[in-house]
């Protein structure tokens, strides 16, 4: 099953509050910060756009992937409707596919830590690489390990209305200690008043966090140089305060 499929209409509404905007600025300035400020750039799995649309507003020649085809649905039609030449096409992140010779690579909202394997992660990590150019660069963002364990899992709701609809969203989580995974298990109630309807959507989302030193192994088997680490929309190190932390590594210009 891939995840986010039966809930992709109700994506946007779920995440309306998330501040792309602001989180594309701060991706480009830690581009800028390592040398690369415009050209092409490349998201993989770039959900319904929006982090790809807002790349495009700010000059960027961006292409976006993602696993989901009504995810790739949805992006391609935001694109089509602010006038922005993004090509999009559905693939799978571990898998690289035509794109060459990219300035940056972006992986956004936690793709990462949907790679529940060390393979896994190196194989979307080579993705990455096929697609840069010698130089290029390539910033993702994942679950740190030390912020799960300090912090734990709980069960978590978040109701969202926006009429004539209303999200609500139910997840539980299972914390797996050895494999250092968390399911996620989303149980959603779709309400549509116009229609009178409330649908039911039921996804578990497997989740592996990751710590610093296993990064920098998967990306020095990948070819890259060694990354440097932060938490999430900081400069600061990772730290037991926050899930979310991020990596910027290079493609080495020298095989």
Not at 50 to 67: E, M, P, S
Not at 86 to 108: K, N, T
Not at 140 to 147: C, N, Q, R
Request: hydrophobic letters at 40%.
């Amino acid at each position: 099953m891939i995840v986010f499929a039966d809930y992709a209409p109700w994506y946007d509404l779920l995440y309306r509050d998330k501040d792309y905007a602001g989180e594309t600025s701060f991706v480009e300035a830690r581009l800028h910060d390592h040398g690369t400020s415009s050209g092409k750039l490349l998201d993989i799995g770039c959900g319904t756009g929006l982090h790809a649309l807002a790349f495009a507003q700010r000059g960027w020649n961006v292409t976006g992937i993602d696993l989901s085809d009504e995810m790739i649905a949805s992006a391609k039609a935001r694109a089509a409707q602010a006038g922005l030449p993004i090509q999009f096409r559905q693939g799978d992140v571990r898998e690289a596919g035509p794109e060459r010779d990219y300035d940056a690579v972006v992986s956004l909202f936690h793709v990462a830590s949907y790679q529940t394997s060390r393979d896994a992660l190196a194989a979307m990590f080579r993705t990455a690489h096929a697609a840069l150019k010698p130089g290029g660069l390539f910033l993702f963002d994942y679950w740190y390990g030390g912020a799960v364990l300090a912090q734990g899992v709980e069960t978590r709701v978040k109701v969202i209305e926006q009429k004539p609809l209303r999200l609500t969203r139910i997840a539980q989580s299972v914390h797996d200690e050895q494999a250092a995974t968390v399911t996620v298990n989303y149980t959603l109630f779709c309400e549509d008043s116009d229609r009178a309807s409330i649908r039911r959507v039921d996804e578990a989302h497997h989740m592996r966090y990751w710590f610093p030193f296993e990064i920098d192994a998967a990306l020095a088997a990948s070819g890259f140089e060694p990354g440097t680490h932060a938490a999430w929309l900081t400069l600061d190190a990772p730290s037991s305060k926050s899930w979310a932390a991020y990596t910027v590594a290079r493609k080495p210009v020298s095989p």
